[in-house]
C-alpha cells in the first residue's frame, strides 16, 4: 500500500515537474526559416560594383538608354560619390568606354563585349563585374535574351566565354 | 503514543485512502489534460500570431516596390522603417553597414542566428525575450525580380519587431484557467471520495456495530440490507449467522430450562413421600435404643440418610428457585455483627471460631440468606479445613464484607475455579460427603441475589497467606430488591 502511494505521488510530482519544466507563457524559440524572400520589380540600370571585395549589386536611377553599352559605360565611370562613400570601389578601368555589345554569332544568346582595353590584364573581379553587369542589362532589353555567357574581346585578344557569377 | 496511533489509524483508514486516491487520480487527469490543451492551444495561439505577423510584415513589403535605387540612402532607409512601425510593431532596416531602427530604444534586438538566416536568403523569424518582454522579430532580404525570371538579394534586410504581450495574456488566461479548472476538478474528487467513503463506511460501522451488539449477548441484532454488492452479502452472511446462533442458543436455553424444570418438579414430587418417611425415621430413632444389634445400627443409617436427603431436595428446591429466577429477597435493615454472632450462636460454633466483628455496621440485605451463607462457610471450614476458624467483618461505605477462614490445608490450584459448581466433589474418591454438594453454590447464588444498580454480591474463594481456605463475601450496603433477576 505504502508502495503504490509513493508510486502514485511519484507519477503525480514528475507531471507536475514536467509542466513546470516546460514552462508557461511565451518562451525563446530558435529560428524559424519560412519561405525565399519576398521579391520586386526594380526600376534602374542593374551594375556590379565592388565592396569589401565582392561583386554587389547598384542600381541607377533609369536613363534614357537601357543598353548594355550604356550600361557598360556607366560601370566604366565608376562609382559614383554616395557610392563612394558607402565603400564602393571598381576594378573596371575607365577605358572600357567606347564599348560595343553584340549578341555572339556562335551559341545562341552568348554575348560579345568589344572594348579597346587589354583584355588579359583585367582582374578577374574586373571581368565578372563587366559579365554580370552586361547579362543583366541584356536582359532588361529583351526579356527573350537569355544570355548567360559573355566574352570580352579587347585589344590582346578575348577571355572567356564566361557565366556571371552571381545567380 | 496512543494519539500518535490514532492519527496513524485515521490517516491509514479508508477515508483517507479513497481521499488520496480519488484526488491523486483527479489530479493526474486533469493536470494530463489541461497541460495537454495548455499546450497544444499555446501552440497554436503563438503559430497563427507568427504567420499572421509574416503574412502581414510580407504585404507591407510588397508596397516598398519598384526600388529605384542602390545603394538607398540613409532617409531612404527610414523612410522604410518608417512605413513598417505600426502600434505593435518596429522596423529595424539594415543595409551593409547602414542601419536603422524605427520607434524603440533597445539597443539591438536582432540576434546573430536570425541574422545569418536572413543574409542566407530566407524569410525568418524567432521569439526572443525583450528587456523581459516576448517579442517576434521577423526578418526577410528585399529581393530584386531579375528581368530573366530568377531574384537577387538587394542586401536591404528588413527586421519588424512585434510585442507578443498580447498573445502571452492570452497564453496566461488559458494557464490560469488550467489552474482554476485543476482546482475545481480536485475539489470535486474530494467531494466525490468523501460520498463514497461515506456510502462504504457506513455499513462497515453498522456491521462494526451489529457484531459489536450480538458479541454483548444480543442475538436478536439483525442488519438493514440495502443494495446488492459485496457489503450487502457481507450483511446477508452476518444475518443468517446471527439467526442461526439465535435459534441454537435457544435451543440450548430451552433444554437446560427443561432440565431445571424438570430437577425443580422431581424435587418437589420427592418432599412429600419424604416427610412421611422422615415421620417413620422419628419413630425409628426413639426405637433404635431398644432394637438389638444390626437391626438398631440399619435404623438409625436410614434415619440419617433420610434427614440427608431431605437436606438434600431442599437444596435443589431452592437452587431451582435461583434459576427459575423466583428467588426473592427479603429485605431489612440489619446490624450485620448481631446477625453473624446470631447465627454462630445458634449453631453452638460462638465458642469454636475467632471472630472480629466491627460493630455498629448496618446494611439493609435479606438476613435469612446472610444467615445461610455464613452458616454455609463456616460449617465447611469445619468440615474440610482445619481449625482456628475466624470470621471478619468490616464495610466501607458501599460494601460489606465478611471474611471466613481456616488454617486447614487451603484449596488445591485445580479445585479454586470448581469450588462454587453444584456438586462438585473436590476428593473425587470420597463419593459421599456429608454435605448435599450445593452448599457453596446455593450460597454463591445468595451473595449474588443482593444488588444495587452495578454493585453486585460475590462470594470469592482463595487461599490466605498462612494456608487455609478464605472466603470472601462482599455485599452492597444498600441492597435494591430487583426481583428474580439473573
Not at chain 1, 516546460?22 to 524559424?32: H, L
Not at chain 2, 479454586?416 to 456429608?434: G, I, Q
Not at chain 2, 482463595?462 to 439473573?486: C, I, Q, Y
Request: one cysteine or more; aromatic letters at 4%; a neutral charge.
Amino acid at each position: 500500500m505504502t508502495g503504490r502511494r509513493t508510486g502514485r505521488a511519484l507519477l503525480a510530482s514528475g507531471l507536475l515537474l514536467t509542466l513546470v519544466a516546460a514552462g508557461c507563457g511565451v518562451r525563446p524559440s530558435g529560428v524559424i526559416t519560412g519561405r525565399p524572400p519576398i521579391s520586386g520589380p526594380a526600376q534602374g540600370t542593374w551594375l556590379y560594383l565592388l565592396a569589401q571585395g565582392e561583386l554587389v549589386l547598384v542600381l541607377r536611377p533609369v536613363n534614357a538608354d537601357p543598353s548594355p553599352t550604356a550600361a557598360l559605360s556607366l560601370l566604366a565611370a565608376g562609382p559614383q560619390e554616395n557610392e563612394r562613400a558607402q565603400g564602393f570601389t571598381s576594378d573596371v578601368p575607365a577605358g572600357l568606354d567606347p564599348v560595343t555589345v553584340t549578341a555572339g554569332a556562335g551559341r545562341s544568346g552568348d554575348l560579345t563585349v568589344r572594348a579597346n582595353i587589354a583584355a588579359q590584364a583585367l582582374s578577374a573581379r574586373a571581368v565578372d563585374q563587366i559579365i554580370c553587369t552586361s547579362v543583366a542589362a541584356a536582359a532588361q532589353v529583351s526579356a527573350a535574351n537569355t544570355a548567360t555567357t559573355v566574352t570580352i574581346v579587347g585589344s590582346d585578344g578575348a577571355r572567356g566565354p564566361r557565366a556571371c557569377p552571381i545567380r | 503514543m496512543t494519539l500518535w496511533r490514532r492519527v496513524g489509524a485515521w490517516v491509514s483508514g479508508l477515508r483517507v485512502r479513497l481521499v488520496l486516491a480519488f484526488a491523486l487520480l483527479g489530479v493526474t487527469t486533469t493536470v494530463a489534460v489541461a497541460s495537454g490543451s495548455y499546450f497544444q492551444a499555446r501552440t497554436v495561439i503563438l503559430q497563427q500570431a507568427q504567420d499572421a505577423a509574416v503574412t502581414s510584415l510580407t504585404d507591407q513589403l510588397t508596397k516598398v516596390y519598384p526600388i529605384v535605387q542602390l545603394p538607398p540612402t540613409q532617409d531612404d532607409l527610414e523612410l522604410l522603417a518608417q512605413r513598417l512601425s505600426d502600434r505593435e510593431s518596429f522596423a529595424v532596416v539594415v543595409y551593409r553597414d547602414m542601419r536603422t531602427q524605427s520607434g524603440s530604444k533597445l539597443a539591438d534586438p536582432l540576434t546573430p542566428e536570425l541574422r545569418q538566416e536572413v543574409r542566407d536568403g530566407r524569410i525568418a523569424w524567432q521569439r526572443v525575450s525583450l528587456a523581459g518582454e516576448p517579442a517576434l522579430l521577423i526578418g526577410t532580404q528585399l529581393a530584386l525580380d531579375s528581368p530573366d525570371g530568377t531574384s537577387r538579394p538587394s542586401g536591404v534586410e528588413v527586421y519588424s519587431v512585434r510585442s507578443l504581450v498580447p498573445e502571452q495574456q492570452s497564453i496566461d488566461q488559458l494557464a490560469s484557467r488550467a489552474w482554476l479548472t485543476g482546482g475545481l476538478s480536485l475539489l470535486l474528487a474530494v467531494l466525490l471520495a468523501l460520498l463514497s467513503a461515506r456510502g462504504v463506511l457506513r455499513p462497515v460501522r453498522d456491521l462494526s456495530q451489529a457484531a459489536r451488539r450480538l458479541g454483548e449477548g444480543d442475538l436478536s441484532t439483525r442488519l438493514t440490507i440495502r443494495g446488492a454488492d459485496e457489503l450487502a452479502d457481507v450483511a446477508r452472511t452476518f444475518n443468517d449467522t446471527a439467526g442461526t446462533l439465535e435459534r441454537q442458543v435457544g435451543e440450548l436455553r430451552r433444554l437446560e430450562s427443561d432440565a431445571r424444570r424438570f430437577v425443580a418438579d422431581v424435587s418437589h414430587e420427592l418432599r412429600t413421600p419424604l416427610a412421611a418417611m422422615t415421620a417413620v425415621t422419628d419413630v425409628l430413632d426413639e426405637e433404635a435404643e431398644h432394637l438389638p444389634g444390626d437391626a438398631g445400627r440399619a435404623a438409625r443409617l436410614v434415619s440419617q440418610e433420610t434427614q440427608n436427603l431431605t437436606q438434600l431436595v431442599n437444596d435443589l428446591i431452592e437452587i431451582s428457585r435461583f434459576d427459575s429466577g423466583t428467588a426473592r429477597l427479603a429485605l431489612d435493615d440489619v446490624d450485620v455483627a448481631a446477625a453473624v454472632t446470631a447465627t454462630l450462636r445458634i449453631r453452638g460454633w460462638l465458642d469454636r471460631v475467632r471472630t472480629e466483628l466491627a460493630p455498629g455496621i448496618v446494611a439493609r440485605l435479606d438476613p435469612r440468606r446472610l444467615d445461610v451463607i455464613v452458616a454455609n462457610l463456616v460449617g465447611n471450614a469445619f468440615r474440610h479445613g482445619a481449625e482456628p476458624v475466624s470470621v471478619r467483618l468490616s464495610a466501607d461505605q458501599d460494601w460489606v464484607t465478611i471474611e471466613v477462614a481456616d488454617r486447614g490445608p487451603g484449596l488445591d490450584p485445580e479445585v479454586l475455579p470448581h469450588v462454587f459448581d453444584r456438586l462438585y466433589k473436590a476428593d473425587t474418591a470420597r463419593t459421599r460427603s456429608e454435605g448435599s454438594g450445593l452448599g457453596l453454590a446455593i450460597s454463591w447464588e445468595n451473595a449474588r441475589l443482593h444488588r444495587d444498580g452495578d454493585r453486585r454480591g460475590s462470594l470469592v474463594a482463595g487461599n490466605g497467606h498462612h494456608g487455609g481456605a478464605v472466603f470472601t463475601l462482599r455485599l452492597p450496603r444498600e441492597t435494591v430488591d430487583t426481583g428474580g433477576a439473573r
